[in-house]
């Protein structure tokens, strides 16, 4: 052994590398998530100042549809894409409800 490193102290620097880049990925995922979630509250005030309903069909269809092509494209499993941007939306719509609940408090 010539530089003094176990297969076991490779494999440790090996997953310690690996993990680096996955904290940084988890990371970009929360700011990512968080900017669209700032987007989306203005959606729910707007659609709750215009009496609009909290959940759109056809736009997620739409989402969808465009969602699972990006993930054929990029390898990723279409099925996954679409339940992750389906947990994504239902919470949006929770919002959405949650928004429209209390601007209804305040017109009463
Ligand atoms: O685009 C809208 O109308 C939204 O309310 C945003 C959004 C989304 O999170 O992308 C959420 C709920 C709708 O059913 C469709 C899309």
Redesign the pocket.
């Known amino acids: 052994m010539l530089s003094g490193m176990t297969r076991g102290d490779a494999v440790q620097e090996e997953l310690e590398r690996l993990r680096d880049s996955i904290d940084n990925i988890d990371a970009a995922v929360v700011h990512m998530l968080a900017e669209r979630f700032k987007c ?1 509250q203005q ?2 005030r707007l ?1 709750a100042e215009h009496d609009l309903p ?4 056809n ?2 269809a739409a ?1 969808i549809a465009r969602l699972r092509r990006l993930a054929e494209s990029a390898k990723l499993d279409p099925a996954f894409a679409e339940k992750l941007l389906g947990f ?2 239902s919470e ?2 929770r919002h ?1 409800e949650q928004i429209a609940a209390d601007a209804e408090v305040g017109r009463n």
């Open positions: 989306t959606v729910g659609k909290p959940a759109d069909p736009r997620e989402q994504v939306i949006v719509i959405h």
